[in-house]
Structure formats: structure tokens, C-alpha cells
């Protein structure tokens, strides 16, 4: 079993940062690529950033520039900076992770999602 625990997500106002963490914990031989992802209400989840296990990101058009993602891979974690938040980036932002576990399964695990609010 392996399990994405996230956190950091909070209400914030616009222009403002805030700081998401993603940790993987159980039986974990190696984490290929993570990624965030955000759900808006009625829309469907879009990736917003994935970084691979050398540390090569990608971004959406919408958060370049301003978001930036990060990874330790001896804590099995991923972080998400985002910065000059707009009302637009509320959501709930989810973590995504491709596992290669102890038995040499290949997983792909997601977290159970954190609420990013931006007030304007």
C-alpha cells in the first residue's frame, strides 16, 4: 500500500503565496514522475505542474511563472510554491505520484486533495 498525504492549501488573498506539500509513505521501492493537479467546481482536473524523479518540471500555461514545483526525493515528497495567486487558481489541488512499489508494481497514487481559496 502506498498513501499521498497533502497539505498547505488555506484561504489566501489574491497576490498572496501559499506552500503545498505532498508525502508519500508505504511500500515504496522508487517514485518516478509527481504532479499537481487542480479541479475548479464544474470543471475537470487539469495538471497544473509535474517534475520527474531528475528534477526536469513542467507547467501549465496558466501558472508559468508563477508557480513552481520541487521534489526531495529522499522524503518521497513534492512541494507546489505558488505565488502571486489569483481568484482564478481556486480549487482543490491534488498530488499525483508514479510508484514503483517493493514488489515492483507500478502505481499511479493520488492524494486526497487540499482546498486552495483566493479571495479577491
Known amino acids: 500500500q502506498v498513501q499521498l498525504v497533502e497539505s498547505g492549501g488555506g484561504l489566501v488573498q489574491a497576490g498572496g503565496s501559499l506552500r503545498l506539500s505532498c508525502a508519500a509513505s508505504?511500500?515504496?521501492?522508487?517514485?518516478?514522475?509527481m504532479g499537481w493537479y487542480q479541479q475548479a467546481p464544474g470543471n475537470q482536473r487539469e495538471l497544473v505542474a509535474s517534475?520527474?524523479?531528475?528534477?526536469?518540471?513542467k507547467y501549465a500555461d496558466s501558472v508559468k511563472g508563477r508557480f513552481s514545483i520541487s521534489r526531495d526525493n529522499a522524503k518521497n515528497t513534492v512541494y507546489l510554491q505558488m505565488n502571486s495567486l489569483k481568484p482564478e487558481d481556486t480549487a482543490v489541488y491534488s498530488c499525483n505520484a508514479k510508484v514503483v512499489t517493493t514488489s515492483r508494481a507500478l502505481l499511479s497514487v493520488w492524494g486526497q486533495g487540499t482546498l486552495v481559496t483566493v479571495s479577491s
Open positions: 508505504g511500500s515504496i521501492f522508487s517514485i518516478n514522475d
Open positions: 517534475i520527474t524523479r531528475g528534477g526536469s518540471a
